[in-house]
């Protein structure tokens, strides 16, 4: 079914958003929705170094006792 649209199909559907909801709204939604973009982007980087953190303070040194002196 929405193969069928095409170019001409899409430009129709544009203007009839355009019209229903105005300029201003149509703005600040994509506002939003860059924001929320940022915010997931911004919290998968966060749980990534989270994750890098708790691994890192879980890594324990295996060094034996007496080579740690001869340094």
Do not use: C, Y
Not at 6 to 21: E, K, M
Not at 36 to 61: H, L, M, R
Request: charged letters at 25%; hydrophobic letters at 40%; proline letters at 3%.
């Amino acid at each position: 079914m929405l193969n069928n649209i095409g170019l001409p199909g899409l430009l129709l559907i544009a203007v009839v958003v355009l019209v229903l909801f105005g300029r201003g709204k149509i703005s600040s939604l994509m506002g939003e929705v860059g924001k929320g973009i940022t915010a997931f982007k911004k919290g998968v980087t966060d749980g990534t170094q989270e994750i890098e953190d708790e691994k890192a303070a879980s890594a324990q040194d295996v060094t034996p006792e007496e080579s740690k002196d001869k340094v």
